[in-house]
């Protein structure tokens, strides 16, 4: 999987929307960007994933840059429930398996 | 409908002993991947199985081995156990053949093994 590069940790109020970038410089034309997080004490969780447009789903929402080199989570409204560690990935199209590489992540916090 | 469930959640073992751990997969999917997750080195995949045969296999040791039964239920073991495998092992089950970047993973919780 290529490598994607995300802030260590963020910050966020409770109730507001909340951006988590990624950037991928190296990403290919068929690889597909994937979003997992993991809350503590669970295994990671999909989010979402996209491949050239942005995408929405019940949980959050996905901007891909045009030249797919970066793309942004959208949390709309962050609640309590949202802290955890977000990891951004790409998988080629032709990704032989279920082998996901995961980077360091970005440790979401929220205040009340 | 039921989540991955991996048994045991937690164990305590020491040095030399050896481990099974095991993971049910959502019903009617077929692939099952392991990971090893650590603070130090975070998550690490560690092998996949789909329809009982071994598809992708990580850099870790020998020691480290699985299988898949026809029910899509796996196990993994951990031979003469080292303090350096004290871990979180998850397993991961997902449809198909897997051969796409847009298939998703379903992760359980995972089974705590701690070493001593």
């Known amino acids: 999987d290529a490598k994607t590069t995300q802030p260590n940790s963020m910050e966020s109020n409770e109730e507001e929307p909340v951006h988590l970038p990624c950037n991928h410089s190296t990403i290919s034309g068929t690889d597909y960007i994937h979003w997992y997080r993991q809350l503590p004490s669970q295994g990671p969780e999909y989010v979402i994933h996209?491949?050239?447009s942005n995408v929405n789903n019940r949980m959050a929402s996905l901007a891909i840059a045009e030249d797919r080199k970066s793309s942004t989570l959208i949390l709309h409204r962050a609640t309590l429930r949202d802290a955890a560690v977000y990891y951004c990935i790409l998988r080629d199209h032709n990704n032989a398996g279920n082998m996901l590489t995961f980077g360091g992540g970005t440790r979401l916090m929220v205040k009340p | 409908k039921a989540g991955v469930t991996q048994t045991p959640r937690y164990l305590i073992k020491t040095r030399g002993q050896q481990v099974t751990l095991s993971c049910s997969p959502i019903?009617?999917?077929?692939?099952v991947s392991w990971y090893q997750q650590t603070p130090g080195q975070g998550l690490q995949f560690l092998f996949e199985?789909?329809?009982?045969?071994?598809?992708n296999k990580g850099n870790f040791p020998g020691r480290f081995s699985g299988r898949q039964f026809s029910n899509s239920r796996s196990e993994m073991n951990v031979s003469t156990l080292e303090l350096g495998d004290s871990a979180l092992y998850l397993c991961?089950?997902?449809?198909?053949?897997?051969?796409?970047?847009?298939?998703?993973?379903?992760f359980g919780a995972g089974s705590r093994l701690t070493v001593l």
């Open positions: 996209g491949l050239t």
């Open positions: 019903s009617g999917h077929r692939s």
């Open positions: 199985y789909f329809s009982e045969t071994q598809r």
């Open positions: 991961a089950s997902s449809t198909g053949a897997a051969l796409s970047g847009a298939n998703v993973l379903t």
